[in-house]
């Protein structure tokens, strides 16, 4: 059984890879969340939506495997 990831769900992955580490950066610079979100942030919001964006991340990643 084939169960090799097609290409175009890899480029997928690769750019919600992309958007979540953008967002992720967040958890460092907590400022950088209300330019990246249509609402504003507390610093402890902020790192906790980047957060919840590196573990998207890192889900993204493992299914690239």
Known sequence: ?????????RAFFLLVTVQALVVAAGVVAPD???RLMPW??????ARFIAALYAMGCLSALLCLR
Not at 1 to 9: A, E, I, K, Y
Not at 40 to 45: C, E, F, M, R, Y
């Open 1 to 9: 059984m084939d169960r090799s990831v097609p290409g175009w769900l």
């Open 32 to 34: 950088l969340i209300p």
């Open 40 to 45: 504003d942030a507390s610093p402890l919001n």
